[in-house]
């Protein structure tokens, strides 16, 4: 037919050529595609983000997934960018996550108590989980601020912006309350030819209730009379608070604590629940203490400990109570002295637990020996090993 095959050849080769690279970018997809179907690890439902971007998965299909904004818009990746970067995917295992708010005050501002504030504020807000307790870092000196972020951790974690939100509305009040300053960009203005200092007019500094400070009523417990400023701030840093209502019950009788534990305000009362009767035991007030006891003998609580009253506590968890000892011996000394005058306490402790049978005969001896024991074995073991 007069027809050259070989420049048709050469012609129908390169548009194979282009053809398989215009596909090229579908094929991974598609392959993409069927990994993602095949693994099960993004499935429709799930809660992911990805590049910054959070929503739930409305579909996966070959060459694509299909994102449901929480805006109601939909986002559309291809196939091979969930595959080549990294998801988070807040179903695999639960939904639960950490928000972190940055704040900022004001250069003088006192760090413990924007520190306590910010704790108060996260547990205010009803979403914020107790477990992880939430945490303050400091982040540095700004240009104009004090730079710190509030971690908290919630249990659902597609909620952030609403949380973050009631966050921020109970920081800035409690922070007003408190005449903590968030500070704006400043500049400094030089004034010349001021004849008379009068003026210069200074607004003076309102002043501030300290009465619920978390200084001063740490300040009220006898361990920590003679801390400073830094030493009270890693304190509350390795700590939790916990508040109770009237009534609220802490720890059941029975049942294993692992926590130390200081009134700041309130009280606490230790109830010995019988058979047909309860008892009340004692009281712990405002700057008193209490959980040694079955913290370092590894017993459980012989008696229900409950509020009876509004109540602020701060909760050191075993592992950072045993770091705390190490770090200031003299801790040790102070809580043995104190259990030395509270001996009718004792003996109702060890009574209640023999009472229930949960005490060993082993631990039948004087719990104050015990109590020696167990500080000498901080002292000289590796936290690791004991914890």
């Given at each position: 037919?007069?027809?050259?095959?070989?420049?048709?050849?050469?012609?129908?080769?390169?548009?194979?050529?282009?053809?398989?690279?215009?596909?090229?970018?579908?094929?991974?997809?598609?392959?993409?595609?069927?990994?993602?179907?095949?693994?099960?690890?993004?499935?429709?439902?799930?809660?992911?983000?990805?590049?910054?971007?959070?929503?739930?998965?409305?579909?996966?299909?070959?060459r694509?997934?299909?994102?449901?904004?929480?805006?109601?818009?939909?986002?559309?990746?291809?196939n091979?960018?969930?595959?080549?970067?990294s998801?988070?995917?807040?179903n695999?295992?639960?939904?639960?996550?950490?928000?972190?708010?940055?704040?900022?005050?004001?250069?003088?501002?006192?760090?413990?108590?924007?520190t306590?504030?910010?704790?108060?504020?996260?547990?205010?807000?009803k979403?914020?989980?107790?477990?992880?307790?939430?945490?303050?870092?400091?982040?540095?000196?700004?240009?104009?601020s004090?730079?710190?972020?509030l971690?908290?951790?919630?249990?659902?974690?597609?909620?952030?912006?609403a949380?973050?939100?009631?966050?921020?509305?109970?920081?800035?009040?409690?922070?007003?309350?408190?005449?903590?300053?968030?500070?704006?960009?400043?500049?400094?203005?030089?004034?010349?030819?001021?004849?008379?200092?009068?003026?210069?007019?200074?607004?003076?500094?309102?002043?501030i209730?300290?009465?619920?400070?978390?200084?001063?009523l740490?300040?009220?417990?006898?361990?920590?009379?003679?801390?400073?400023?830094?030493?009270?701030?890693?304190?509350?840093?390795?700590?939790?608070?916990?508040?109770?209502?009237?009534?609220?019950?802490?720890?059941?009788?029975?049942?294993?604590?692992?926590?130390?534990?200081i009134?700041?305000?309130?009280?606490?009362?230790?109830?010995?629940?019988?058979?047909?009767?309860?008892k009340?035991?004692?009281?712990?007030e405002?700057?008193?203490?209490?959980?040694?006891?079955?913290?370092?003998?590894?017993?459980?609580?012989?008696?229900?400990?409950?509020?009876?009253?509004?109540?602020?506590?701060?909760?050191i968890?075993?592992?950072?109570?045993?770091?705390?000892?190490?770090?200031?011996?003299?801790?040790?000394?102070?809580?043995?002295?104190?259990?030395?005058?509270?001996?009718?306490?004792?003996?109702d402790?060890?009574?209640?637990?023999?009472e229930?049978?949960?005490?060993?005969?082993?631990?039948?001896?004087n719990?104050?020996?015990?109590?020696?024991?167990?500080?000498?074995?901080?002292?000289?073991?590796?936290?690791?090993?004991?914890?």
């Amino acid at each position: 037919m007069g027809i050259n095959l070989t420049s048709l050849a050469v012609i129908i080769g390169s548009l194979g050529v282009g053809i398989g690279f215009g596909f090229q970018e579908l094929t991974r997809n598609l392959i993409s595609g069927i990994t993602l179907l095949g693994e099960g690890k993004l499935r429709v439902g799930d809660l992911i983000e990805f590049q910054g971007k959070l929503g739930y998965i409305m579909e996966v299909s070959i060459r694509c997934t299909v994102i449901k904004m929480f805006d109601d818009s939909e986002l559309i990746i291809p196939n091979t960018e969930l595959t080549n970067n990294s998801v988070t995917n807040w179903n695999y295992s639960n939904c639960q996550g950490r928000i972190q708010v940055p704040i900022g005050v004001a250069y003088g501002s006192d760090l413990l108590l924007v520190t306590d504030v910010l704790l108060q504020s996260a547990l205010m807000v009803k979403e914020v989980l107790s477990t992880p307790p939430p945490q303050v870092i400091f982040l540095g000196f700004g240009d104009n601020s004090l730079n710190f972020s509030l971690w908290v951790w919630v249990e659902k974690i597609n909620f952030r912006a609403a949380i973050t939100s009631s966050l921020l509305y109970v920081i800035e009040y409690n922070f007003r309350q408190n005449n903590i300053i968030i500070p704006f960009p400043q500049r400094d203005i030089w004034l010349h030819n001021v004849n008379n200092k009068d003026d210069i007019k200074i607004t003076p500094n309102t002043n501030i209730n300290n009465e619920k400070h978390i200084k001063y009523l740490l300040l009220k417990v006898s361990l920590f009379h003679n801390f400073n400023d830094l030493q009270l701030i890693r304190l509350i840093e390795s700590s939790g608070q916990k508040y109770l209502q009237p009534e609220e019950t802490l720890i059941e009788q029975g049942q294993y604590g692992d926590f130390f534990a200081i009134v700041l305000e309130g009280e606490i009362e230790a109830i010995f629940i019988g058979k047909t009767t309860q008892k009340s035991l004692f009281f712990f007030e405002e700057g008193q203490y209490f959980g040694e006891l079955p913290l370092l003998l590894k017993t459980p609580y012989p008696s229900t400990m409950k509020a009876t009253k509004p109540t602020r506590l701060l909760l050191i968890k075993k592992e950072n109570f045993y770091h705390l000892i190490k770090e200031y011996p003299f801790l040790a000394e102070q809580i043995i002295q104190e259990l030395n005058l509270r001996q009718d306490m004792i003996q109702d402790y060890q009574q209640q637990l023999q009472e229930i049978g949960l005490l060993s005969q082993e631990e039948n001896k004087n719990p104050l020996y015990l109590i020696r024991q167990c500080f000498q074995q901080i002292f000289t073991t590796p936290l690791d090993i004991i914890s």
